[in-house]
């Protein structure tokens, strides 16, 4: 499994991003889906989550009401649209894919990790 992820780059603070990230694999409709991030200094986090059906997301407490993830089994592809920027939101986001049976937002349940794009938010 390939995931790559585009859309990152530098923004000023109450702007929008829209990060993808694209799934080499046959059946991507069988795989939960998430965005975690990872600041300068820190821990990598996680960011949001979205499991097999659109219907299905969760979201840090840190960007809820702020992000959205999204996904087109269509076009294998999950999305975060993120508003209302803020300079803390600065950091690598990396989208990642979970053949796990158990729904969570623990790194360790994610089985493949795409290489990050870097989302930078200025004051």
């Known amino acids: 499994v390939q995931l790559q992820a585009s859309g990152g780059g530098l923004v000023q603070a109450g702007g929008s991003l829209r990060l993808s990230c694209v799934a080499s694999?046959?059946?991507?409709?069988?795989?939960?889906m998430g965005w975690f991030r990872q600041a300068p200094g820190k821990e990598r986090e996680f960011v949001a989550r979205?499991?097999?059906?659109?219907?299905?997301?969760d979201y840090a407490d840190s960007v809820k009401g702020r992000f959205t993830i999204s996904r087109d089994n269509a076009k294998n592809t999950v999305y975060l649209q993120m508003n209302i920027l803020k300079p803390e939101d600065t950091a690598i986001y990396y989208c990642?894919?979970?053949?796990?049976?158990?729904?969570?937002?623990?790194?360790?349940?994610?089985?493949?990790w795409g290489h990050g794009t870097l989302v930078t938010v200025s004051s």
């Open positions: 694999v046959r059946t991507f409709s069988s795989y939960r």
């Open positions: 990642a894919a979970s053949t796990s049976v158990i729904a969570g937002s623990q790194a360790p349940l994610y089985n493949y």
């Open positions: 979205i499991g097999w059906t659109v219907g299905s997301t």
